[in-house]
């Protein structure tokens, strides 16, 4: 076992905190280069494909990616800003502003973010906050709905980076918060604010990323818990069953995922005579391919062409400040028994920099 070289320590330093809020990645451009880097670390992670190495080896070097890579290069182009990739401005806008909402709650803490796949990377970033000198490091996926095959494969590339650490720092880790009552309420403040400028659907769609099937057979419990959120949102908007559905997207190969799909489902609901559906998906915070490509344009496609009349996408949690303010809610109730909290003098200044922080967040967001 080789070691990574450590900083030099400094005896009776003040230990600093920091959290990383992990999402899944993005490639570094709408290009097929970048794209097919991107879909090469993601595919061959196996905790996300579950298939002998060898023979996926071949599927996914020979098919999968000079097939695929271009296709998906042209999706993502269609959405990318101008600074970047949706999904990467928001998780930068996320970990800014949740800083700011934990300063003003008292806390003292740093906040980075990084991603499984792509960059800023997992390692890098831990990287970093150890040469800052920071000895207590809490980790925030941005999965509410746990899975093996995203929140532990954070935990993995977290724990492979530190396996090469001698002066391993105190860990945190967030498994989910697929019904916390913050995550809940914000989710249900996004649909109602929404609904208020824009009427109500006859049907609402919750479209979660799938899985395949085989994952839940084999004990993974996020099928579950999205059917707890679901269950708990339904509640708090108070529709009954008729009113809203469950489904999932984003299927991969030709093996049965978890089911009703998302798309062959509102088809089906276009000719059963609905004219209106609203579609949210619960399962993604900052929205990305997934929802702005897939939901809002190759769905909404498929919706008005088998008939239907009004199909609206309802945004992802972003930075709405329901949302900010539950993030950091969870985060602080993990935080409990670490000294991270301020002296008076210092949250006030804390106060001014979360002002500064969410005047920063909205100059990133006008520049998309």
């Known amino acids: 076992m080789s070691f990574l070289k450590e900083p030099e320590y400094s005896h ?10 992990i999402n899944l990645g993005t490639p ?52 990318w800003a101008r600074e970047g990739s949706p999904l990467k401005i928001h998780t930068e806008k996320q970990a800014l502003l949740l800083k700011g909402y934990l300063g003003e709650r008292g806390h003292e803490v740093h906040v980075a973010y990084a991603m499984r796949y792509g960059s800023p990377s997992i390692p890098s970033v831990l990287a970093k906050l150890k040469a800052d ?27 492979r980076y530190y396996q090469q650490v001698r002066n391993v720092p105190e860990l945190r880790l967030v498994r989910g918060y697929h019904d916390h009552e913050a995550y809940i309420d914000a989710l249900k403040t996004s649909i109602l604010d929404y609904w208020q400028s824009n009427g109500r659907p006859e049907k609402l769609v919750m479209s ?72 949210v998906c619960p399962g993604f915070i900052a929205d990305c391919l997934e929802t702005l490509e897939e939901i809002a344009m190759e769905v909404r496609q498929d919706f008005l062409v088998a008939g239907g009349k009004e199909f609206h996408y309802i945004p992802c949690l972003n930075e709405n400040p329901a949302w900010m303010r539950g993030m950091a809610e969870i985060a602080e109730q993990h935080l409990i028994g670490w ?30």
């Open 12 to 21: 009776g330093r003040i230990a600093k905190t920091a959290v990383v809020l």
């Open 28 to 79: 570094d451009a709408p290009t097929t280069a970048a794209v097919r880097r991107y879909l090469k670390e993601f595919l061959w992670d196996p905790r996300v494909v579950e298939i002998p190495r060898a023979l996926w080896w071949l599927i996914l070097n020979c098919i999968i990616l000079p097939f695929r890579s271009s296709k998906s290069a042209a999706k993502y182009a269609s959405i």
């Open 133 to 159: 000198g920071y000895e207590r490091i809490m980790v925030l996926p941005a999965y509410p709905q746990y899975s093996g095959s995203t929140t532990a494969s954070n935990f993995d590339t977290v724990f």
């Open 208 to 279: 979660f990323h799938g899985l395949p099937k085989a994952f839940l057979m084999r004990g993974d419990p996020y099928h579950c818990e999205c059917y707890k959120t679901a269950r708990l949102l339904a509640e708090q908007l108070g529709l009954n069953k008729d009113q809203y559905i469950v489904s999932f997207q984003s299927r991969l190969g030709r093996a049965e995922w978890l089911q009703p799909y998302t798309a062959p489902t509102v088809k089906a609901l276009a000719k059963q005579g609905v004219k209106r559906v609203d579609v």
């Open 339 to 368: 000294p991270t909290m301020m002296t008076g003098s210092l949250r006030e200044k804390q106060k001014q920099d979360a002002l500064i922080s969410r005047s920063e967040s909205k100059r990133i967001g006008a520049e998309q």
